[in-house]
């Protein structure tokens, strides 16, 4: 019979993949440690910031206590943050793309893949920390650099893929080149992959267990001063008293957040907790220049609260005397819930 002497095609790979136990440079062994050492430590950062994001942990929810924060007042970090707070559905999504990142880098068939996704996810990230000054940038630059080393050595296979070219085998990341410890640790990596999956995320939901407290009370909202016993200051630059008031509805610890607008201009904020008719009220310095996220509290007010009618509240205590009624303008952002249907445009 006639044989077939044809080339064989241009476009097809005559290398053969190498399989665990067989000879390999010890700098080849090295690298691919190397390799091990920058995936799992990359799995385990976005594992931690996948969870937190899932679980509603790193951003928060929207809340009401912010009702009063005027846009320009924002650090570009509190903008972004209230953005992603107020749509759970963005924050749990990039939360998921991490977590199934970490999930892929942790199996080595496809750590390549893993490295891919973690790459767009953390250039994402760092585009956002970049443009809305987070201070964590270079953290997320060097995510990001990690998931595109994770992928380098499939770049010549992704390439041929791109290029319609037959692409022959993928090369395995193989940091144990010995077959002896390769037989347990083929199934050990992915025993170890599944357990910190798991693990993690159920340590996060345990924290999280019965979500997030939320307080329902007839304080709870934006209010406006509708009534105040003070006489108002001769120049209204020196008018401290309040003008609006808004009271978180999330609470941590049994604390919930609290805005103040003074009639002066002047944004304060603080956390307050309720106690049958008793209102303690905790005070951050008055928001000025650049103020970081952790700091002291000013002062502490105790204040009683009654409500007189009409969805009003009276506040009393510590020389104040007024009476507060619900303010629809300051929570519209809130109230105006999600439409389907198409709608004149409401863009205020």
Known sequence: MPVDTAPAAENTPTRTPRQPGGEQPPLVTAGWMLHWLVRMQLALALLVYGWSKVFLMQMGRADLGDALVQFGEMSPMGL???????????????GLAEVVAAGLLLLRRTAWLGGLLAFASMAVVFLLNLTFDVPVKQLALYLCLCGAVVAAPSAPYLWRVLRGRATGPRPLPTAVPWPSVHA?????????AVGALVVSGTGFAVVMRGGIPVTSSPLTGA????????????????????????FGQYAQDGWSRI??????????????????????????????????LVRDH???????????????????????????????????LFDRGFRWAPSTPINR
């Open 223 to 246: 209010h406006r001063v509708v009534q105040d016993s003070a006489e108002p200051a001769a120049q209204l630059s020196q008018d401290t008293r309040w003008q609006q008031v808004a």
């Open 298 to 332: 000013e002062r502490t007010l105790q204040l009683g609260w009654q409500e007189v009618g009409d969805g009003r509240v009276r506040l009393s205590g510590e020389g104040l005397d007024l009476t507060i009624a619900p303010d629809a303008e300051a929570t519209y």
């Open 259 to 292: 805005g103040i607008r003074y009639a002066d201009g002047r944004y304060q904020e603080g956390t307050y907790r309720l106690e049958g008719e008793r209102l303690t009220v905790r005070l951050y310095p008055v928001r000025e220049g650049s103020q970081g």
């Open 184 to 192: 347990v640790t083929r199934w050990l990596g992915l025993a170890v």
């Open 80 to 94: 972004l943050w209230r953005f992603m707070a107020f749509s759970p559905a963005v924050q749990v999504l990039s």
